[in-house]
């Protein structure tokens, strides 16, 4: 074998290996014949890192060095050396050929980014990506007869990138979505089934049945056994069985996991430690956004349990309410009380007390203060009877109460059996009075919201007539006023539907008038109290 052949190729074990291929019987020849450009092209090969195939005569003869066996892996190499690169590469020739065949044929060298190849070289066909470009080399006499390729493999890259990006798209996609957790879970999937990388994917809730199974991608290589799931949600934490993790979904604040999530690897890829790190940050990220949905709903059921122990506690039941309808709309949707209130007062003599108030302000303060103002009226009510005295001594109660100023109030007393309703309005929203002649705004005695500085006697009461059957129709502001819209016109409105409230049941009349009268853009408490006489 020629000396310079024994130099070239002595530092580098793919060199020993060319050596030990007996080139003197192969179609390449004794190197000692080889032309300039194959002897200086396997210099080149030898004497750097970087990978380096060549490919030589009628066959395309490989020789390659030490940074290219990489590319081959085990199913490959060592027989790759001294073999026709068609032979060794004929699973994806139909991919490179038409490259060989253009330097070959044209002597133009070829350029190739990430270009995607199935290659069979660990016992499976493998998703591969390489960069590379193929340069002619010739013989003495100017003819190309072989090929130089200098290459790298992508795939690493090529697969980081997009496995960021369906982690971006799945976490961008989970954090736009405000349903609950089926929603979640639907688009997780759909982002899942997006991606190359996750050959199966289920979501499975905990509920009084065990692991209900939400949705689902894929079909599994091996089903996991229900007793594992249940394991995982049980404990909390990620298993791996094969290429397959399953993680529970959990939250640190939860005694016992809400579900599980199930995600099996691409059988394209290798389970590695990049593939197992993927499959838990999206297990993680699809986990994260479950759970802190399942939290955020059972935050709003424990609300909604307080709110209707509020309501309970602070309002009279509408179901009790003898001879009236009453309707109750918060402007927090979360909420079953707001600013705004209303009481139904039994008194002596067959006598009752009417009351509806609006403080200022939405949520819980508002409620809060609703809630002392509507104790403190319902107080003075039964011990004096009287609308005006009721209305003082709000006045003097709401000065000492943060919040309470400017809150409105209509107080007034039915008396069926002498046909009166004695009233005093504190800068509410006049009632309505509803005969078989039609109906009519009650606007005496109106004076100013409470907590502001009033003297002795500015709160004055007016009594009307009224007759059996006749309707008292009493409400807040948000039934009336509109952001697009004038007061003068809703109250009008209101009068208007007035009439038609003497038809049917209470009930149903009071559902009419809120269709007709509230629309989607309400953003105010609202209250309804209409009472029969």
């Keep these: 074998m020629a000396d310079w052949f024994e130099a070239a190729t002595a530092q ?15 179609p390449l020849g004794d190197p000692e014949t080889w032309p300039a450009a194959l002897r200086s092209a396997v210099e080149l090969c030898f004497s750097t890192r970087f990978p380096v195939m060549l490919a030589w005569g009628p066959e395309l003869t490989m020789i390659y060095n030490d940074g290219y066996r990489p590319m081959l892996g085990t199913e490959k190499h060592p027989a790759a050396m001294g073999s026709a690169a068609k032979a060794v590469w004929g699973e994806i020739w139909g991919d490179i050929e038409p490259s060989f065949r ?128 249940d394991a995982v949600a049980d404990r909390g934490g990620t298993t791996i069985l094969g290429s397959t993790v399953v993680a529970a979904l959990s939250d640190t604040r939860d005694d016992e996991a809400a579900g599980v999530v199930v995600l099996e690897a691409s059988a394209r890829r290798p389970f590695d430690a990049g593939n197992r ?144 309703l004695t009233h005093a309005t504190a800068g509410h929203l006049p009632p309505a009075l509803i005969t078989a002649d039609g109906a009519d705004w009650l606007r005496e005695a109106r004076s100013t919201p409470l907590g502001l500085t009033v003297g002795a006697g500015e709160r004055r009461e007016a009594v009307a007539a009224v007759s ?22 809703g109250l009008q409105r209101l009068l208007d539907l007035a009439p038609g409230l003497r038809d049917g049941s209470l009930d149903d009349a009071v559902d009419g008038l809120l269709g007709q009268m509230l629309t989607a853009d309400v953003r105010d408490d609202v209250v309804v109290l209409l009472c029969r006489v």
């Design 277 to 420: 790190e993927f499959l838990q940050l999206m297990t993680s990220t699809i986990g994260a956004a479950v759970t802190a949905t399942l939290r955020r709903l059972r935050e709003l059921d424990e609300v909604a349990t307080v709110s209707r122990a509020l309501q309970e506690a602070m309002l009279p039941s509408p179901s009790s309410l003898d001879g009236a309808a009453v309707r109750y709309r918060p402007a927090d949707g979360r909420l079953s009380v707001g600013g705004d209130w209303f009481d139904l007062v039994d008194l002596s003599d067959g006598r009752r007390g009417l009351v509806v108030g609006d403080c200022v302000g939405h949520g819980l303060e508002a409620a809060a203060v609703m809630g002392q103002l509507r104790s403190a009226a319902r107080a003075l009510l039964l011990e004096n009877g009287s609308p005006a005295t009721t209305l003082l001594g709000l006045d003097r109660y709401a000065r000492t109460l943060p919040g309470a100023e400017f809150t409105t109030v209509f107080c007034g007393v039915l008396d069926p059996a002498a046909g009166t």
């Design 102 to 229: 253009q330097v070959l044929e044209t002597g133009v060298p070829t350029w190739e980014v990430d270009l995607p190849l199935r290659v069979e070289r660990s016992g499976f066909v493998e998703e591969t990506s390489f960069s590379f470009s193929y340069s002619p080399l010739r013989d003495e006499h100017g003819a190309v007869v072989g090929v130089l390729d200098i290459a790298t493999e992508t795939t690493e890259q090529v697969v980081s990138a997009r496995r960021l990006a369906t982690l971006t798209a799945l976490s961008t996609a989970l954090a736009a979505t405000p349903g609950g957790a089926d929603d979640q879970v639907r688009i997780a999937l759909a982002a899942l089934g997006a991606s190359v990388d996750v050959a199966y994917a289920c979501v499975r809730l905990r509920d009084a049945e065990g692991l209900r199974v939400v949705g689902r991608h894929g079909e599994p290589s091996d089903d996991i056994p229900l007793a594992v799931l």
């Design 468 to 489: 059996a059957s006749d309707l008292v129709l009493l409400y807040t502001d948000g039934l009336v006023e509109r952001r697009d819209s004038t007061l003068r016109i």
């Design 12 to 26: 580098d074990e793919c060199g020993a290996l060319a050596r030990a291929v007996r080139w003197d019987l192969t």
